[in-house]
């Protein structure tokens, strides 16, 4: 049997969220994280930075956009060492700025992707997968990147059919 496994991003907090900023208790990746979990039994390690981004929502796209320019790579509190035991990983993270924060690709440079099926998933207000399954392509060496899944975060409580339907053809 695969084994399974979900690395997300996402913020809680003010988002961008049906054409406005409004608070979220619990950020919309990892709802859906949470949701891909309940469908696949998978494992699910959560990325946070050791430097909070800012509350406020139009300072965090600020910062997140100067991380993209720089190509940084945030630290985290905690990194996953392998993967090692997984057949097929979930990327999970909003789309920001046309890619998954810089913060994901902290984690994902410290893993071997090896043999691995990677599954490229966003939440966007708007602009889709952006680049994921590129940057994917590029960063998770070695590892089978499939057809990415893009969800409305504004629309996860109502992508419950979309979601399974999309995990059932590419989790075989």
């Given at each position: 049997m695969s084994r399974n496994l979900i690395i997300y991003f996402s913020r809680r907090g003010q988002n961008y969220y049906n054409n406005e900023i409004t608070f979220l208790e619990k950020g919309n990746s990892e709802k859906l994280a949470e949701f891909i979990s309940d469908i696949t039994g998978a494992d699910m390690f959560e990325i946070r930075t050791v430097k909070e981004y800012p509350a406020d929502y139009r300072e965090c796209t600020e910062a997140a956009r100067k991380e993209l320019q720089q190509n940084a790579r945030p630290r985290l509190e905690e990194y996953l060492g392998s993967a090692r035991g997984y057949d097929n990983i979930f990327i999970v993270?909003?789309?920001?700025?046309?890619?998954?924060?810089?913060?994901?690709?902290?984690?994902?440079?410290?893993?071997?992707?090896?043999?691995?099926?990677?599954?490229?998933?966003?939440?966007?207000?708007?602009?889709?997968?952006?680049?994921?399954e590129r940057d994917l392509k590029r960063t998770c060496k070695g590892a089978k990147i499939v057809r990415g899944l893009a969800v409305q975060g504004s629309r996860i409580e109502e992508s419950e059919q979309s979601v399974r339907d999309w995990v059932r053809k590419y989790l075989k």
């Open positions: 993270g909003p789309c920001w700025w046309g890619t998954y924060p810089m913060a994901v690709f902290t984690q994902l440079e410290q893993i071997d992707f090896t043999g691995k099926k990677v599954f490229p998933v966003m939440t966007h207000e708007g602009s889709g997968l952006g680049s994921a």
